[in-house]
């Protein structure tokens, strides 16, 4: 077999460097630098996610005041929140208040939906009871809305019907 | 003992022993600072030839235990290593054809293949006046590749690797130039030593190696001696038949032994020179130690650097790129060690905060359960429309007579419808609504007379029904 110039092992050599300098640059250098990038975005997240830790760390004491005033905050605030499925409550308290104001209650309904439930009822009455009542009404402590009312003055009595949306969780 | 490149050993490894040297630089001068030997309880070699590498590297590994030392890259000498010397004539060239002109003389003057030994060789410093401007000479010496990788492997058995393989001979030489700084350079010795098995004969010339030979020795008692002598004279003859001119001046029997004695009266006849005896039991282990240019080393792997430098530009080109691409790659593969090695400490000081961090989640949790609380209870305060509040509102507004029969309302409007004792009445209290100012927009429906009374409807928008109409 003849043998290689200078020249063609120079070709030759140059190719081979090339070749490996692709592939050390394909395979072994750009995955890495991707893998440092990586890395560094990790290292960034748990820097940031260290300091806070690191804040909360240092005010363990003041956290831990913060969660029992707020764990007394949610106590009273869950007080005014009608627990799901028991409308009965809103029911008694206004029934409640219709036997305070000495007014007839002559319809209850009511329409359940995902986050608040929608009740109807009509009372009857003198009409300084079903104003009173309707003072009365303003007093539930559960979260709720009267969004549509229709007060019928007769001679005698006075009809007041209501529309009351009900928050529950 | 320390390990730095002030610090050099050398190991000679004989039939059923290993010698060691170590030697210090101090100054500018290398300085002996131990001499041991390690016997080996059976025969480790055998004419030159390393027979159990294991074993050999086992002794080697004793004297680095005993003496505690660092020194990690040793240089290697076996006593009677087989070899061949050739003195080689040849036309003056360009120093970079001259290793393919002697690779092609040693494939006519070598009885082996040139695949199975190693070959160096070096320029004779005395080239004859004549044929100094025409001709170089050269001694070129060869030694079987399989022997070399035997010691190789001995040194490397013992956890150590090789810094240079060198000659018995040449080693003997340059240990002897050490011993004897003061002798002359031209001085031309031939060193005559008794092995386990051979007589060496070498030719120490300028002050360096210049021939060696091994002769095996069978005679005993008087004939051992005439047999010795006949060497002697034969190869102080053929030396200085071959020399052009130069003469053996001394002949240096090494080491301590009987039959000096007889051979030297003997040789005394026929050599007009002196003859010495020198004791020096660890001379060629000395030579095999000593930094020196020109050195025969058979140890194929000389330091990359080394090969570099000597290799053409373009290579040199080559191999900084590859340099170059290889730091670039090793500086990412650092910064990717020591990110994860961050990585690895955030996330141990996060796990050790970690009930910190669960109190806190736990905070933020009941801020948004009590965000999402006040906000509904916001957004129905807001959607709610107080009855009894409008009821106020009308009432407090009517004009003397008015009667309201009817009051309906949502969140966008109150419609508000009664009776009234004449227009007038109406009108007033479409102007008490307007004027209060609550509703945007109050507007009349209708206002009809019938049975003596005014029926009338007013509509009061807020704000949001406005607004939609408009739209």
């Known amino acids: 077999m003849r043998k290689l110039s200078t020249r063609e092992k120079l070709l030759i050599g140059s190719l081979a460097l090339m070749v490996v300098l692709y592939a050390g640059l394909e395979f072994w250098y750009l995955p890495l630098t991707d893998q440092v990038q990586a890395l560094k975005a990790e290292k960034a997240e748990l820097e940031t996610e260290w300091e806070r830790v690191r804040y909360y760390a240092e005010e363990k004491a003041a956290i831990r005041q913060d969660i029992a005033r707020l764990n007394t905050e949610i106590a009273a605030l869950m007080e005014r929140v009608l627990p799901p499925n028991q409308s009965y409550r809103f029911w008694e308290a206004v029934l409640e208040k219709t036997a305070s104001t000495q007014v007839t209650a002559t319809l209850l309904s009511e329409q359940d939906s995902k986050e608040e439930m929608s009740l109807q009822f009509s009372v009857k009455g003198p009409g300084q009871n079903v104003y009173q009542f309707m003072r009365e009404l303003e007093q539930i402590p559960y979260i709720h809305a009267v969004i549509q009312g229709d007060i019928r003055f007769e001679e005698q009595e006075t009809e007041a019907s209501f529309t009351v949306l009900i928050h529950q969780l | ?471």
């Open chain 2, 1 to 471: 003992m320390m390990a730095s490149r002030s610090w050099r050993a050398g190991i000679q490894i004989g039939r059923q022993h290993v010698k060691l040297v170590v030697m210090r630089k101090k100054g500018k001068r290398w300085n002996v600072v131990l001499e041991d030997t390690e016997t080996a309880p059976e025969a480790i070699m055998k004419d030159g030839k390393v027979l159990q590498p294991e074993l050999a590297g086992l002794q080697i590994r004793k004297l680095w235990m005993k003496h505690r030392l660092k020194v990690r890259h040793v240089s290697v000498v076996a006593e009677e290593m087989p070899f061949y010397v050739r003195r080689l004539h040849l036309p003056r060239m360009p120093k970079k054809e001259i290793p393919k002109a002697v690779e092609n003389k040693a494939r006519l003057e070598l009885p082996v293949e040139l695949r199975d030994v190693a070959i160096r060789f070096f320029p004779v410093r005395e080239a004859k006046k004549e044929d100094r401007e025409t001709t170089q000479e050269y001694v070129l010496v060869a030694a079987y590749k399989s022997d070399i990788d035997a010691l190789v492997r001995a040194v490397k058995a013992a956890g150590l690797s090789v810094q240079a393989v060198g000659l018995e001979p040449d080693a003997i030489c340059r240990g002897l130039a050490y011993d004897k700084p003061d002798e002359p350079v031209q001085h031309t010795r031939l060193l005559v030593k008794m092995g386990a098995n051979r007589m060496m004969l070498a030719v120490m010339s300028g002050g360096q190696f210049d021939y060696a030979r091994y002769v095996p020795i069978r005679g005993e008692g008087r004939d051992g001696t005439e047999e010795i002598a006949g060497e002697i004279d034969r190869t102080v003859m053929g030396w200085e038949a071959s020399a052009g001119g130069r003469t053996i001046q001394t002949i240096v029997f090494l080491d301590e032994r009987e039959e000096w004695p007889a051979v030297r009266e003997r040789i005394g006849r026929s050599f007009s020179g002196e003859t010495v005896v020198l004791p020096a039991p660890y001379t060629a282990c000395l030579g095999a130690v000593l930094p020196a240019e020109g050195r025969i080393n058979f140890h194929s792997d000389p330091p990359p650097l080394h090969k570099l430098t000597r290799s053409p530009l373009y290579l040199k080109a080559a191999a900084l790129v590859m340099l170059a691409a290889v730091a670039a790659g090793l500086y990412e593969s650092g910064s990717a060690y020591m990110l994860r090695r961050d990585i690895d400490r955030l996330q141990q000081q996060l796990d050790r905060n970690r009930e910190a961090k669960e109190w806190a989640d736990e905070k933020l949790v009941l801020m948004e359960l009590v965000r999402h609380l006040q906000q509904a209870s916001d957004e129905y305060a807001d959607r709610h429309v107080s009855s009894a509040a409008l009821y106020d509102f009308v009432m407090d507004r009517l004009p003397p007579g008015v009667i309201i029969h009817d009051m309906a309302f949502t969140r966008d409007e109150l419609t508000v419808s009664g009776f009234a004792p004449d227009q007038h009445a109406v009108t007033e209290l479409l102007r008490n609504f307007q004027e209060a100012g609550l509703f945007p927009r109050v507007s009349l429906v209708h206002s009809s007379e019938g049975d003596g009374l005014y029926s009338f409807a007013l509509r009061l928008e807020t704000g949001n029904a406005a607004e939609q109409d408009e739209t």
